[in-house]
């Protein structure tokens, strides 16, 4: 009965946050399809395209949590298609494909088997970060993504002579900006092998405050913390920080949360 409570008040709350997030990026698409960016000011334009990567992000964190089960744990249909919804606002990406290559993370982080696996050899971040995208887009995606943009494009129109310029401004610059946040901050910084630990088989987290976590990357930086509890939304990783002198100990789980992600 506990762990069903906890799970509906974490549901309420996930999709409340789920809520909040797709509303604002709806918000922010009809404003900047609509505005004139020749009488914006740069700063005012900066500051809109970075609102709307922060957006970007946050629909793929909700789809995160859908993979795990933690958006909604009580309704999986409407936690599964939720998930859906979030990674096609996102860039078109398909929900059944990403949910196998994340339970393959999951599974064997930093290994062969592991689809976001970088070669200690081979990893300039620039290089990692192409062969990531790789593997989770392809030419269905971008197609899907084109066909959208144009029949946005066609609408704009209507309203907005600038139509064409504000597409490009405000639908793929957010999209690239929000992929190298994700790569960044939940994948070359915590997965970065070092030479002082070569044998690590865990990722690290990133130290910092739970503020300026959130404006990182939705506590995406909290990596361990998410890899020992994959079942855990977003917003209750800075509950689970990990101190420093608890690492080494927590490697003993390591079998354990390599089957936690179904």
Known sequence: MAIKAEQGKNQRQGLFLAAVICSAWIATL??????????????????????????????????HDAMHHSLAPLNEKLNNNLGRLCLFLYAGLSYKSCSKKHGLHHRYPESEADPDFHSPNNSKPIIWYFRFLSNYLNWRQFCTLALVWLLMLQMTTLVNPNAFENIIIFCPLPLILSSFQLFLVGTCLPHQKSKADPGRQLPRSLSLHPLISFAACYHFGYHLEHHLSPNTPWFKLPNLRVEPLQRDRAKIKHSHYTQSFL
């Open 30 to 63: 009809v404003v900047s399809m609509q505005i004139n960016v020749h009488s914006w000011t740069t700063s005012g334009i900066l500051g809109l395209i970075l609102l709307r990567s922060f957006l970007h992000t946050g629909l793929f964190i909700v789809a």
